[in-house]
């Protein structure tokens, strides 16, 4: 199955690494008999699906959650039920993946117009000529 990041890029489920832990956390007494934690692996530096640009934006939006090896660990204990935490986590990568989809906009450096510094230094000027009249009176 096919796992959609944005209308450009997508990755497979087969790339996806999911195992059941042990949570901790609301569950009563199946919160010690039931592994219902979802522990997803999803390794970064070895997906075909992305490009390199977009794996070197992921590294830092991925942060502690990424391994020295490139894969990207997550665990969803989140809710009582392995279906959910398993979704949980697969929205949390696509997530994380989905903000390195984005490329950043270039700031490309402008200069004010003549009229944008004349305008400042006029206002500037009357500022200092207000600024100038205030303070102590004089008595002659």
Known sequence: MTLRINH???IEEAELDLSYIAARGPGGQNVNKVA????L???????????????????????SRLTQDGIIVLTADRFRTQLAN??????RLLAI????????TIRRATKPSKAAKARRVEAKAKRGT????RGRVRED
């Open 8 to 10: 450009r890029y997508a």
């Open 36 to 39: 219902t934690a979802a522990q």
């Open 41 to 63: 692996r999803f390794d970064l530096f070895g997906s075909p699906s992305l490009p390199d640009e977009v794996k070197a934006r992921a590294i830092p939006i991925a942060g």
């Open 86 to 91: 398993r979704r949980d986590a697969i929205e």
């Open 97 to 104: 993946l989905a903000e390195a989809a984005v490329r950043p």
């Open 130 to 133: 207000i600024k100038a009249g």
